[in-house]
């Protein structure tokens, strides 16, 4: 079975600050998909970062990047240049190929301060 | 186009009775995957439908159960509802495409309350 594991339940920092999300995961698939999903005080889900486990350059959307490390079974989410609408909680996920369902963490809820 | 929309946004139920929960998936969108997501935790998968049937299904008791209808929509049903179903549900939509995951679209969620 896969789990995915969030450490950090909260976190807070400064606006304009880097801020990284730590995150690990554990399965036996040797490909499969990584998420990071933003939930605001609205709810929406929202997804703001994938990366294929197949392919070794780490993911970027923006001043949103992701530093894979497949051996370790380690995705960490790193936001630069944080804004007051990146508070938000949020999860990592996973999903094997070929399967629609997406297992989260537990989340980590961010507040960027003023 | 329109999102993924749900409905009611919130609502209330005594233990025991029946929830039915409802969810429009985004324009041109033929799956619906349903997650509970309990106080403070991550969404937990409940089941997929997929053209009107069942199409995977997370470790939920029978008396979690949905429907799809031929526009995609789709409804949570609820039975003989304990207070641990407290919880916030959200409804996403995708397509299967080819080439990767298939992207899924959440709802805002109806936060169900168990009294």
């Known amino acids: 079975a896969q789990t995915v594991t969030q450490s950090q339940p909260e976190m807070s920092v400064q606006e304009a600050e880097t801020v990284t999300l730590s995150c690990t995961y554990d399965?036996?698939?040797?490909?499969?998909?990584l998420f990071w999903y933003k939930q605001p005080p609205s709810r929406q889900m929202i997804l703001v970062i994938r990366q294929e486990a197949y392919k070794q350059q780490n993911a970027t959307e923006n001043r949103f990047s992701v530093n894979f490390q497949k051996a370790a079974k380690s995705f960490s989410l790193k936001i630069s240049d944080s804004q007051l609408g990146d508070t938000a909680m949020y999860f990592c996920?996973?999903?094997?190929?070929?399967?629609?369902?997406?297992?989260f963490g537990k989340g980590t809820r961010l507040h960027i301060l003023p | 186009e329109t999102g993924v929309t749900q409905s009611p946004t919130h609502l209330i139920k005594t233990r025991g009775q029946q929830v039915t929960l409802r969810c429009s998936s985004q324009s041109g969108h033929n799956t619906v995957s349903w997650y509970q997501q309990a106080l403070g935790q991550g969404p937990q998968f409940i089941f997929q439908y997929y053209r009107e049937e069942e199409n995977g299904r997370g470790n939920f008791p029978p008396r979690f159960s949905g429907l799809q209808f031929p526009n995609y929509s789709s409804e949570l049903n609820v039975n003989a509802l304990e207070l641990d179903d407290s919880a916030l549900y959200l409804c996403?939509?995708?397509?299967?495409?080819?080439?990767?995951?298939?992207?899924?679209?959440f709802g805002p969620g109806t936060r169900l309350t168990v009294l």
């Open positions: 996403a939509s995708s397509t299967p495409r080819g080439g990767g995951p298939n992207e899924q679209f």
């Open positions: 996920a996973f999903m094997k190929l070929r399967d629609d369902k997406i297992i």
């Open positions: 399965t036996s698939e040797s490909n499969y998909y």
